[in-house]
């Protein structure tokens, strides 16, 4: 069977708030677009890092959370087809004879686009490993790393969320709250400590579960993975506070260490970079790789600050940059105030044909 490849105009790398405006500049444009991000949600380092924080320098925005900030840019994005690709993390990047660019990411997507945008922060986030043995085997099986795909099976399953962050906490109180049919058999929450993190309304939930006897709560520092005779997940043997290890029976892990930034591989793509940045043209923000631009604060260039005011205007001019190059003409200067082309595009016009 012949590999499948996607094929489209442009494929922007990360869904921070610089990755998510480029989509909305590149919407204006007209231009198709693709979405690839690691996380399985959008926010990159502003949803991850400072959640709940308030930021005060976003204009026209008094004062937003990294979420809030995140949830409005792609509720801007509504209007335009875009294409999602969540949990991929970029392998390679490759021009093509054709002057196309070749992305591959390591859960084996392959796109091939005219022009590519990192937007990669300060790299891609990535789940802490797990350090015990046999847990490569069990992995995406039994054993699930800072995931909320809906597709692991969990229902009418002894399922223990280990972790003690805002993420452990969310997806546990997710889990409980789904209807009968859906809801695991057993919810368990395992953490070397009683203290978590998260919003006072989650705390709050969690607090009113534990009373109800909803969800359970375990004490403890998780020291191993323990198989049955036909090789599956059967119980975790964990290290109580008094320094005895017991077990704890369990169908599904789900492991929320926190996460990482790494640059991965991209140090082998062959990009000009200058202390772990991707040198770009200020005027287009194209890097040494034709066909691939790069924004916000992997981007790097004489005056470059790294503030998400700035990666808004990297992103526009990377959108009329790359405009001009697919259509190999100059683009015009339009206005969503008074464009009949750009209100159509949002919507806010009919489209006549």
Excluded at 287 to 316: N, Q, W
Aim: proline share 6%; with cysteine.
């Amino acid at each position: 069977m012949s590999e499948a490849i996607i094929q489209t105009e442009v494929v922007v790398v990360g869904a921070g708030p610089a990755g998510l405006f480029q989509l909305f500049q590149l919407g204006l444009q007209g231009i198709a677009c693709h979405l690839v991000e690691a996380l399985p949600h959008a926010g990159g380092q502003c949803a991850e890092l400072y959640p709940h924080k308030p930021i005060y320098d976003i204009p026209g925005i008094p004062a937003c959370t990294g979420r809030e900030l995140a949830a409005q840019l792609q509720e801007q994005l509504r209007p335009f087809p875009i294409e999602w690709h969540w949990g991929q993390t970029v392998q390679s990047l490759a021009s093509l004879d054709d002057g196309r660019v070749e992305l591959r990411t390591q859960q084996g997507l392959c796109l091939v686009a005219r022009a590519v945008v990192l937007a990669l922060g300060v790299g891609a986030f990535t789940p802490r490993p797990l350090k015990l043995e046999g847990v490569d085997a069990l992995l995406n099986r039994q054993v699930f790393m800072q995931s909320h795909d809906r597709s692991a099976v969990l229902a009418q399953r002894k399922v223990v969320v280990y972790g003690g962050d805002e993420e452990a906490v969310a997806r546990l109180l997710e889990l409980a709250n789904l209807p009968l049919p859906q809801r695991p058999a057993q919810l368990m929450l395992l953490h070397r400590r009683d203290v978590f993190k998260g919003s006072d309304v989650q705390l709050a939930q969690l607090q009113q579960l534990r009373e109800a006897n909803a969800v359970q709560v375990c004490i403890g520092q998780l020291q191993s993975l323990n198989r049955n005779e036909g090789g599956h997940l059967s119980d975790l043997g964990v290290l109580g506070a008094d320094g005895t290890v017991f077990s704890l029976p369990l169908d599904v892990l789900l492991v929320y260490q926190g996460i990482s930034p790494r640059l991965g591989t991209l140090e082998q793509w062959g990009l000009a970079m200058q202390q772990k940045a991707l040198v770009v043209d200020p005027a287009r923000f194209s890097t040494s790789l034709p066909g691939v631009y790069a924004i916000g604060d992997m981007a790097s260039y004489p005056g470059k600050r790294k503030l998400i005011v700035c990666a808004f205007h990297e992103a526009t001019l990377a959108a009329f940059a790359i405009a001009e190059s697919l259509q190999q003409a100059p683009v015009l200067l339009q206005y969503t105030t008074t464009s009949t082309r750009l209100l159509q595009r949002l919507g806010r016009l009919p489209t006549h044909d």
